[in-house]
């Protein structure tokens, strides 16, 4: 996978993300790593509905915590179908901290479809559906009866307007009937435990870049003392990357950062034999080239490790 190729995406699946973290970090990162993060709120996740699905909107609610008013005879049935009200209401409640809660509007249930966030947020079934599909990454099996849970419908976020969405369907034995003509409403609808079969969930590239910036070191490129110590081809060529005209230059770089970023001469270790970084560096070509591999791994081989030789301390 082409690094600069993947920065045009609006966003990667779990898989594209995962390669591209693996190039631009210069270590392996797989699927299960991106969830886990995300379950540790480091990472956020996004969910790519392709086809329209039916969502309530979730609206904050900043008097959730007053005192329930009380009735007025301990066995009033208006009393009793209201607490059961209040019951149901909150179990569609969304909280994100001991003072913010979020409840559904149901009268705006719209259909909504392509990119959004996918927060893990208390009272949703992000965190159920994600922890499924760690467990069913780390054990290698489809893992079904973990994906339903007990609360709230998975929830999708606008990560422009920061408005929180709640996944649902229309549920037709809600109506009875008697209730055919009334608006609908709370019952009407249920919550959905599980993302459609032909949605995704990946990782946006705004998201994907921002982590990546976290990650790094304050210095993200060879300083001048470190581009000294190269050969001046590779120098040269890393000039010349900003200009968008070598192929396969983000592999150079990463392989470089890989192998050879942290050494230093005489540092006790054995060097990296050209063929080993080669190998590295062909595995992650879109059109894998040998000859072109081999002398990517000569070009970032610094002056004072010549080939076939060990650091002094080893010798």
Not at 104 to 128: A, H, M, Y
Not at 170 to 184: N, T
Not at 262 to 268: A, L, V
């Amino acid at each position: 996978m082409s690094l600069k190729l993947s920065r045009l995406k609006r966003w990667l699946t779990l898989e594209d993300a995962a390669k591209y973290l693996s190039l631009a970090l210069g270590e392996p990162v797989e699927t299960k790593d991106l969830i886990q993060l995300s379950l540790e709120q480091e990472l956020a996740l996004a969910a790519m509905l392709p086809d329209s699905i039916m969502a309530v909107k979730y609206r904050h609610n900043p008097h959730a915590h007053e005192e329930e008013p009380p009735t007025s005879r301990e066995n009033d049935p208006l009393g009793l179908l209201d607490r059961l009200e209040l019951m149901n209401r909150l179990s569609w409640a969304l909280l994100l901290d001991e003072e913010t809660v979020f409840e559904p509007d149901f009268e705006d249930v719209r259909r909504v479809s392509g990119l959004w966030s996918l927060p893990c947020l208390e009272k949703s079934n992000n965190i159920t559906l994600l922890g499924s599909r760690l467990t069913s990454a780390l054990t290698q099996r489809h893992i079904s009866d973990q994906s339903k849970p007990g609360f709230g419908p998975i929830i999708i976020q606008n990560s422009i307007t920061d408005e929180f969405w709640g996944l649902v369907e229309f549920s037709y034995d809600a109506f009875d009937d008697e209730d055919d003509d009334r608006k609908p409403g709370r019952k009407d609808y249920v919550p959905i435990y599980e993302l459609p079969e032909n949605a995704f969930i990946g990782v946006s590239q705004t998201e994907l870049q921002s982590f990546i910036g976290a990650l790094q070191e304050p210095e993200a490129t060879p300083s001048a003392n470190q581009l000294e110590a190269l050969p001046d081809d590779f120098s040269a060529l890393y000039d010349a990357m900003g200009a968008g005209e070598l192929p396969h230059m983000d592999i150079v770089i990463a392989a470089w950062r890989n192998f050879w970023k942290e050494r230093r001469p005489d540092d006790g270790k054995p060097y990296p034999v050209n063929a080993e970084v080669a190998d590295w560096i062909k595995k992650r070509m879109e059109t894998p080239s040998t000859v072109l591999a081999e002398n990517m791994a000569k070009i970032i081989r610094p002056s004072w490790a010549p080939l076939g030789r060990q650091s002094k301390c080893n010798r």
